[in-house]
Each structure stands twice: as C-alpha cells, then as structure tokens.
C-alpha cells in the first residue's frame, strides 16, 4: 500500500495529539521494554543488518538460521523448512495449562534494494529523528543507557515490512517473564522467507505442515497500520487476478485517410468494449458478474462508519475533483470489486502518434475480487460478456483465416495465479475477544477495518488451517516499505511490544 503524504500524517497526528490515551497497558513489560530498549535495539540492528532477498538463499538461511536462534532462547522449538522454495521458519512454545494457541504469521524477507537510491545503505540500519523527505537529521546509535526517542526511526529494508513482528514479540515475551506472569496461550509461528517474491511455495508448506499450525486464531502480522496511527485490526483483503485483452483491425497499419471509416479500428472496438464494462461511476455493468457478492454486514457497515473519514485529506493531496462511486466513501468502495484499467497501448500518442490504423490494440485489467466471488465465475461471466458483444474469442494470435472468418476477434490472456478474496467475521466470538483485549490497552476504541483495498494470498490459510484469520499490522504507515529509506518509528515498535504482550496474557484467560 502507498504510504500516505506528511500532510494527511500531520493533520492526523495533530488529531492525537488532542487526546493523548491513557495508558492502561501492562505497566510491567513496558517498564521492561524501556529499561531494555539498548538491548532490544541493538538485536533488531543486527537482524536488519541481514541482506534478505528472497531469491538469496544463503542470506535466508543466515536469516531464518538467527531467527530460529533468537526464538530457541525463549523456549520455542523451531524449524526451518522448505517445500522447494526459500526457508520458512515454523515454530512453537508450550505454555504450561493454556489451552488455547495462537499462530502469528511474518515474512522475514525484503523487497529487493537499489542501493544507489537509499539516503543510507539498506542493511546499515541507521536512526534519525524524522523521515529523510522532512529533512531528519542522522542521529548517533545511544550508548547504554541512554534512550530513544520515540518518534525517531529505524532506517533499513525490512525496518517495516516485516521484521518487526519478531522482535517485538520476544521483547513481549521477555518482558512477561521478567515480571514473573505468563502468556494465557500456546504460540506458533509461520515466518515466511518469500513473501515479497509472491510466496510461490507457501501452499506447499501449508499442506506439509498444517497440523503443526493448528491454532484458535491466526495472527497475520504484515501491513502497515493506519494513516491516523491509531491501533487497527483488519480482517479481510481483496482477490487479484489479470487479463490482457487484444482487439483486432487490418493485419497491416493502414493510411487513417484512405481507409478510416472503413478498416475497423481495433482502437475503437477496444474502447468500445471495455467503456460497456462501467458506468461513469466505476460501477461494474458486466451481466452476473457480481451475482456472488457477500452482502456487507451490519457490524462492517458500523465498523467502516467508525472509521475516521480519510476521503477529504486524500481528495486534497490527490488534487482530485471528484471520486468515483457515487459518493460513498473509501471504505466502502473498497467491499465491492473493481476493474481496473491498468493500460492501454493502439499506437503512438503526441510526438509518436502516425495517422495509421493499427493492427490490434491491447489493454490490460486488474480485477480485484471480494468474497464470494471466485476466478472461475468471474472469468465465465466475462467470456459470455465478449461474446455476447459479439467477439470471437481466442487466447492465442488468431491466424488470418480466424481474423477473416469472424466479424470481431478478441484475444483473451489470463496470467496464472489469479486468487479470491478473503474476509473474516467482525462478530465472531475470536474477533470480539481480540478486539476488547487491544481495546483496553488504553481504554481508546481499535480501528476496525471489514477490508484492505489491496491483495494478499491469504485464501491459502484459510483452505488449509481452520483457525480465524486477523490481520494486525504494526508499522507506521508512512514507512516507505518496498521502496528506498524503509523506515520503523519507534514508537510503533514499542506499541506492538504492549499489544502482544496484552494478546498473550489475556487471550487464553
Ligand atoms: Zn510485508
């Protein structure tokens, strides 16, 4: 997801300002976490200081070597596996008498680097007090014990996406301990060495290894959280899935003055077609295409009302007039499915344009799917949608006998790997118990979101393991992930300490 502007960070965090939350979090571990920030720091520092692109597997090895290390001191029993692809770690402690088990999931990998782009290198994990757009000063690693400023950040890849879920889970958990309590749960983890390389075999580990996964509640720690920086649980995304489409015209460019008004102009039939695909207000008109939709619930329609209003600030930093959907919000838009046209290629434009009729034109569309919706129905509705409209469908380039024995042909490719979406109950009795142990952290209420806009894998989860799935992102939202000057406030890094160690304490009470 794109981080937001400084502007629409600076009026939220001026909103929070306002009302600064009471704490209520277990004073105990983060009395603990303050007293060992030097520690906890300096072992995120060297955990960051591992190069980790998925496709590296002698740096994932290092990685997924560390982490089962770093977990194996606070008596998890790890392992580290692979169905073919890049190393997972999965992993577990026992806690003696709680019957209930959490599973958290991470990645442990990182988008690859540019190096040449970052301010400073992207395994030297450096702080300063700021985000490098605001200008931010470098600041000097604090000798033992001096403090860290919460506001300062963590420079380097993977800072937000997604080492932080580790380290901060041990600090939660050290921090228990040091106070003498115990986690009310058993806990398991999945970390995941491909994430940002599509998690090719992430399917394969789960069929492997589901009945080590077995859990009351999956965890998926990935994301970042939202742009009022308030506390969030998100409990769906949306599916993904691409096709490019080919109209054609004569086989050869033809002069647009000799022949326009007679060569059909693939440029035309393309735009034609895909203008029938929407109204003016991005609805989706295609016949049955959005037969399956789930209906949203009260509790989301509740959840998404409660939710600051972000569309004004957007609109502003957008520098939009206007924004589809006929005026609902953001939140809401994003329940339903979109066709997005991803881009259009008939020709040249401006300096490049030729007054030619082209061959074929080629558009490629984005479908984001929400529940229930499936590839298959989606992919049926739009193959009786092109013929309807009369197109001769093909996936291959139609040789000259088919272009000539059809008055419309249309080249339909689909790219593998298209996936559903997935969303769970806000209503559920694991969902009510999650949100009331992060709402009484502080006593402030957690933001609620029915959905991300955008598309992760997680339908893979939810055919192999039983358990509910939540997601609770803990980065900032500003933290620059996958792009140059990654980032993790501190102050996010401190909060995900209190609300893990609030989950584990009380989830299994
Ligand atoms: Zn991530």
Known sequence: MKYLSRTIAAIFTAGLMLNSPATLADEAVKVYAQKNAHRIMEDFRTFLSMPNVASDSDDMMKNANWITDYIGKRGFTGEIVTAGGAPYVIAEKKVSGAQKTILIYAHFDGQPVAPENWTTPPYEPTLRDGTVESGAKLINWPKRGESFDPEWRLFARSAGDD?????????????????????????????????????????????????????????????????????????????????????????????????????????????????????????????????????????????????PHMDEALKADLALGDTDGGGKRLEELIMSPAIVIKGFEGGGTGSKSRNIIMPSATASLNLRLVPDQTPDNLKASLTAFFDSEGFWQTDDEPTDKELMAHEKVLKVEWVAGGYGAFRSDLDSPVARKLISILNDIDGEATLLTPTMGGSLPIYLFEKELEAPIILLPVANHDNNQHGRDENIRLQNLWDAIDVYAAILKKFGS
């Not at 077995?214 to 649980?233: E, I, K, N, V």
């Open 163 to 307: 080492k932080a879920p580790v380290i901060a889970l041990m600090a939660a958990l050290d921090g228990l301990e040091a106070s003498g309590q115990t986690p009310s749960v058993n806990i398991k983890l999945i970390l995941d060495g491909e994430e940002e390389a599509g998690s090719p075999t992430l399917g394969g580990i789960l069929e492997k290894y589901r009945d080590r996964l077995t859990s009351d509640l999956l965890l998926f720690c990935d994301g970042p959280m939202h742009q009022s920086r308030q506390r969030q649980l998100v409990f769906g995304v949306r599916g993904a899935m691409t096709v490019h489409l080919t109209a054609y015209g004569p086989k050869r460019p033809l002069h647009s003055g000799h022949y326009g008004n007679w060569a059909p102009n693939p440029n035309d039939r393309l735009v034609q077609l895909l203008a029938k695909m929407k109204d003016e207000e991005a609805r989706i008109l295609v016949p049955g295409y959005l037969d399956d939709v789930r209906p949203m619930s009260e509790a989301e329609a509740q959840a998404i009302a409660a939710l």
